[in-house]
């Protein structure tokens, strides 16, 4: 090894001394480095042996982390993104409390939203779902008005505060008592206007259509009435079924 690198810093361009090359790769160069003999120890197990141990399902790390996450967690992470997407990175740097109270507050205001949302259109299927209720409940009144019972109605109504179906059980009351006195003869596909075409009374059709724009009024005109309103517009009624019993 020092005749290779004498020989390989001795040459010289001109007289001047060059820079040294060595010739790793030649054959030789690396024969007068001393070796060492290793120990190998009878109990050191083989490579097989080794590798089988790292075999189990504990040792594989190929899974995303992603699928460890609960849906919860799913959710909460969803939620977050959303609501940092809410409140874009400053440009300028602000205390970390304050950012922390606006992230409070949109969180806040996010889980405010959502619960109107859901109570709105909780609200509004059991509106629905009442006035469904209701209209199966006139249909069959008016389908046997002649023999039902509409005082029990208008009470259960008067019950509930619902002053405008109130008025409607009030008007079928009238014309409940004209169909039983064999004035009108009733049908339910029939017009106010058409049944008084039966009634030769000049009075009798006044006071009934009187109560009948009531009604009209009411029912049709979509008016929220109150306690009130309805005391003086039943007295109408109740003098019609006094006069015309």
Same mark, same amino acid.
């Given at each position: 090894m020092f005749n290779v690198l004498q020989d390989a810093t001795v040459d010289t361009l001109n007289g001047e001394r060059t820079a040294?090359?060595?010739?790793?790769? *030649?054959s030789g160069y690396y024969d007068s480095i001393p070796k060492d003999k290793m120990v190998i120890g009878?109990?050191?197990p083989s490579y097989d042996a080794m590798l089988s141990r790292y075999q189990s399902k504990e040792f594989e790390y190929i899974e995303s982390i992603s699928d460890k996450l609960s849906f919860f967690d799913k959710l909460i992470d969803r939620i977050g993104a959303f609501i940092s997407s809410l409140f874009?990175?400053?440009?300028h740097n602000f205390n970390e409390g304050i950012v922390n109270v606006l992230a409070i507050i949109g969180a806040v205001i996010f889980v405010?939203?959502?619960? *109107?949302f859901f109570l709105s259109r909780k609200q509004v299927y059991i509106h629905h779902?009442?006035?469904?209720?209701?209209e199966r409940q006139i249909d069959f009144i008016e389908k046997n008005l002649l023999q039902v019972d509409v005082a029990t109605y208008l009470s259960e109504a008067l019950q509930q505060k619902n002053y405008a179906l109130a008025i409607r059980y009030l008007?079928?009351?009238n014309i409940q008592l004209l169909g039983r006195k064999g004035i009108?003869?009733?049908n339910q596909s029939k017009t106010n206007s058409e049944l008084m075409e039966q009634v030769d009374n000049a009075m009798l059709k006044a006071d009934f259509l009187d109560c009948a724009s009531v009604f009209?009024?009411?029912?049709?005109?979509?008016f929220t009435i109150t306690e009130n309103s309805y005391t003086k517009y039943e007295e109408r009624f109740v003098q019609f079924q006094r006069r015309w019993s």
């Open positions: 040294p090359i060595y010739e790793y790769w *030649k009878d109990t050191l874009p990175t400053p440009k405010f939203l959502i619960y *109107k779902q009442k006035e469904e209720e209701e008007h079928l009351m009108v003869q009733w009209d009024y009411v029912w049709f005109g979509g």
